[in-house]
C-alpha cells in the first residue's frame, strides 16, 4: 500500500506514518518543516526499510500544492490511502472579537488546503479505479461549543465535504472516511494559542486526553478492511470526555 498523509511533522500525521511504516507501508509525506520532513524520512527508512518521499510545501497555497503533487514520479505505483490530515485551530475568542488572520489560516488550511490536495489526489485515484480517502476532522465538525466558531465551521465543513466525496467518487470504487477525534494531546493547542505552551498545558490538566498514537490505530483499522467495507465515520473520544466541553477532570491531582 502507497499512503499519502499531509501533515506528517508532528502529532496524528507523525504517528499514522510511523504506524503505516512499521507495518511495511511505502509513504508519501507532506508538510512545511523541511528539518522534520526529512528526518522522518530517515528514520522511517532506516527502521522500516520502506520508501518515503517528502514534498514540502504549504497546505494553504493551490500553486504549491499543484507544484508538488504533479511532480511525483509514481510509475508503477498507485496511491492507494491519502490521509488528510493537515489542519489547525487557531484562537479562542467570540466571533466579535475574532482576529482576521486566524481565521484566514483555519479556513485557508482546514477548507480549503483539503479540497486543493484531495483534487488531485482524487483524480489519479479514478484513473486507479481504486482508493481511500480518510478525512481527520474533529468532535468540533459535529458541536459548536462557546469561542470554537470558525473552528467548527471549518470542521463542520470537512464533515460535509467528506459525505459529498463519498456519494461523488462511490462510481469510481473510492472509498471515504471521516475519523472525529475529541480531545488529542499534540501541538493542536500550543498552535491554537499562538506558541503559548503554558496556556496550552491548562486543555489537558487532570484528565487522560487521547494520545496521536490512537488516532494513527484507527485510521489503519479503517483502512484496511475487506474491499467490500467503508467505515463512513467514527467519533472517537477519550474517555472522560462525552462531548466536546463536557470533560471529567481529577482537580485534586
Not at 462510481?171 to 477525534?181: E, S
Request: charged share 20%.
Amino acid at each position: 500500500m502507497l499512503v499519502f498523509i499531509t501533515g506528517a511533522t508532528s502529532g496524528i500525521g507523525k504517528s499514522t506514518a510511523e504506524l503505516f511504516a512499521k507495518h511495511g507501508h511505502d509513504l508519501i509525506l507532506t508538510g512545511r518543516r523541511a528539518d522534520r520532513l526529512n528526518n522522518l524520512k530517515a528514520e522511517l527508512q532506516n527502521k522500516y526499510s520502506v520508501k518515503v518521499t517528502v514534498l514540502c510545501f504549504d497546505i494553504r497555497q493551490s500553486i504549491e500544492v499543484e507544484n508538488a503533487l504533479h511532480s511525483l514520479n509514481l510509475e508503477n505505483n498507485k496511491i492507494d490511502l491519502l490521509v488528510n490530515n493537515a489542519g489547525l485551530a487557531a484562537g479562542l475568542s467570540s466571533l466579535q472579537e475574532g482576529k482576521l488572520d486566524h481565521w484566514e489560516r483555519m479556513i485557508d488550511t482546514n477548507v480549503k488546503g483539503l479540497l486543493y490536495v484531495s483534487k488531485i489526489v482524487a483524480n489519479i485515484m479514478i484513473q486507479q479505479k481504486s482508493g481511500h480517502i480518510i478525512n481527520i476532522g474533529s468532535i468540533a465538525g459535529k458541536e459548536v461549543y462557546a469561542n470554537g466558531n470558525v473552528y467548527c465551521a471549518t470542521k463542520h465543513a470537512v464533515d460535509a465535504l467528506t459525505k459529498g466525496m463519498r456519494i461523488d467518487l462511490l462510481q469510481h470504487n473510492i472509498k471515504v472516511t471521516a475519523i472525529n477525534p475529541g480531545m488529542v494531546e499534540t501541538e493542536f493547542s500550543i498552535v491554537r494559542f499562538d506558541g503559548d505552551e503554558e496556556r496550552a498545558k491548562k486543555v489537558y490538566n487532570g484528565m487522560q486526553p487521547l494520545k496521536p498514537e490512537d488516532i494513527a490505530e484507527t485510521v489503519f483499522w479503517a483502512a484496511n478492511r475487506p474491499a467490500h467495507v467503508n467505515i463512513n465515520d467514527i467519533i472517537i473520544m477519550p474517555t472522560v470526555q462525552a462531548s466536546a466541553t463536557n470533560v471529567i477532570r481529577n482537580t485534586g491531582a
